[in-house]
């Protein structure tokens, strides 16, 4: 199977983050975009993983711009390091917010801040790290959200966000996905109000968001599917067996990839959108419809309010630090 199964635009000069970049959907993110032209940051927790998803890219393309950042999301002063060297460097043209926990465990656990593990992990650590990126990130740039078709499935329970009261391994994904969606319309919502206030400020008609937030999600992407990649993907062959039972509903995250490289690539992308597979559970990207809960402004007010109170941090989408 192919790594690169649609084409992708030149993304020569444009420098983009990749957040759990060392496997999955993040790999082949990550490659697809290195191999269109564009330096990619790898992130993630562990640096041996890391180098070896950059050592699987230069196996096949031995000149790829690539390097690695380690960010745990579930540590905010991991998250915070993380950005003061992002800082440091060129602005990023695109962030793919990938990076989180799909193997939920069992029982309640919590970060090193004291937050709901899961909730942490794929929602807490992006909303910091983008509270100090976003002001910083190059004009035109879009920061993309990976969705999942979790939230079709699962209640929204706003007022328990932490699960405090219930929890189960299943609906600490499904509402971690959920609120991640949500913040990612949010931002939208809040970086066009900015771009309102900015034009009235110099009586302009209009102007276009500084930055566009998008979110992608993969459709039903198993490992299975996917081709063998040494130290990145490599399913015991059982495993393999099994989700070749699939094929006619499921795709390789190779795929699955493509809904992301295509929101953060294709001159068709506006931020507010929400893109995914044509099929919804795979095929090439196309616009979809995302749930009510995910697209409530009001859920979304109280959502962005949780998170700044949780990583203890104002995120105002135009300061620049």
Same mark, same amino acid.
């Given at each position: 199977?192919?790594?690169?199964?649609?084409?992708?635009?030149?993304?020569?000069? @444009?420098?983009?983050?990749?957040?759990?970049a060392?496997?999955?959907?993040?790999?082949?993110?990550?490659?697809?975009?290195?191999?269109?032209?564009?330096?990619v940051?790898?992130?993630?927790?562990?640096?041996?993983?890391?180098?070896?998803?950059?050592?699987?890219?230069?196996?096949?393309?031995?000149?790829?711009?690539?390097?690695?950042?380690?960010?745990?999301?579930?540590?905010?002063?991991?998250?915070?390091? !993380?950005?003061d060297?992002?800082?440091?460097?060129?602005? #990023?043209?695109?962030?793919?917010?990938?990076? %989180?926990?799909?193997?939920?465990?069992?029982? @309640?656990?919590?970060?090193?801040?004291?937050?709901? #593990?899961?909730?942490? /992990?794929?929602?807490? =650590?992006?909303?910091?790290?983008?509270?100090?990126?976003?002001?910083?990130?190059?004009?035109?740039?879009?920061?993309?959200?990976?969705?999942?078709?979790?939230?079709?499935?699962?209640?929204f329970?706003?007022d328990? #966000?932490?699960?405090?009261?219930?929890?189960?391994?299943?609906?600490?994904?499904?509402q971690? +996905?959920?609120?991640?969606?949500?913040?990612?319309?949010?931002?939208?919502?809040?970086?066009?109000?900015?771009a309102?206030?900015? &034009?009235?400020?110099? =009586?302009?008609?209009?102007?276009?968001?500084?930055?566009?937030?998008?979110?992608?999600?993969?459709g039903?992407?198993?490992?299975?599917? /996917?081709?063998?990649?040494? =130290?990145?993907? $490599?399913?015991p /062959?059982?495993?393999?067996?099994?989700?070749?039972? $699939? &094929?006619?509903?499921?795709?390789?995250?190779?795929? =699955?990839?493509? &809904?992301?490289v295509?929101?953060?690539?294709?001159?068709?992308v506006?931020?507010?959108?929400?893109?995914?597979?044509?099929?919804?559970? +795979?095929?090439?990207?196309? #616009?979809? /419809?995302?749930?009510?809960?995910?697209?409530?402004?009001?859920?979304?007010? @109280?959502?962005?309010?949780?998170?700044?109170?949780?990583? %203890?941090?104002?995120?105002?989408? !135009?300061?620049?630090?």
């Open positions: 199977m192919s790594w690169y199964p649609t084409r992708v635009p030149p993304q020569a000069g @444009r420098q983009v983050l990749v957040t759990g060392n496997a999955g959907l993040g790999f082949f993110t990550s490659a697809r975009l290195a191999r269109a032209g564009a330096h940051t790898l992130s993630g927790r562990s640096p041996e993983r890391l180098a070896a998803a950059v050592a699987a890219i230069r196996t096949r393309m031995p000149r790829a711009s690539v390097d690695t950042l380690v960010i745990d999301t579930a540590s905010l002063e991991s998250v915070r390091a !993380g950005a060297r992002l800082l440091d460097r060129a602005p #990023l043209d695109a962030v793919v917010l990938n990076a %989180g926990m799909v193997h939920t465990p069992s029982e @309640r656990r919590e970060s090193v801040d004291g937050h709901e #593990l899961v909730l942490a /992990t794929n929602v807490l =650590g992006h909303f910091a790290l983008l509270a100090e990126i976003v002001p910083h990130l190059a004009r035109g740039a879009r920061v993309v959200s990976v969705g999942s078709l979790s939230t079709r499935l699962s209640t329970r706003v328990d #966000l932490q699960l405090t009261r219930t929890y189960d391994s299943w609906r600490a994904y499904a971690s +996905k959920i609120a991640a969606t949500s913040l990612a319309f949010e931002l939208d919502r809040r970086l066009r109000r900015a309102t206030d900015a &034009a009235e400020a110099v =009586g302009a008609a209009s102007v276009t968001p500084r930055v566009h937030s998008i979110v992608a999600h993969p039903y992407s198993i490992s299975g599917r /996917t081709p063998r990649v040494p =130290g990145v993907n $490599q399913p /062959t059982a495993d393999r067996f099994a989700d070749a039972l $699939q &094929a006619a509903w499921a795709q390789g995250k190779h795929r =699955g990839a493509e &809904a992301i295509h929101g953060v690539t294709s001159e068709e506006e931020g507010g959108q929400f893109w995914g597979p044509q099929w919804m559970v +795979k095929g090439a990207p196309r #616009l979809a /419809t995302p749930t009510r809960t995910s697209r409530d402004a009001r859920i979304g007010a @109280r959502v962005w309010a949780f998170a700044e109170e949780a990583v %203890g941090r104002r995120f105002d989408v !135009g300061a620049r630090s």
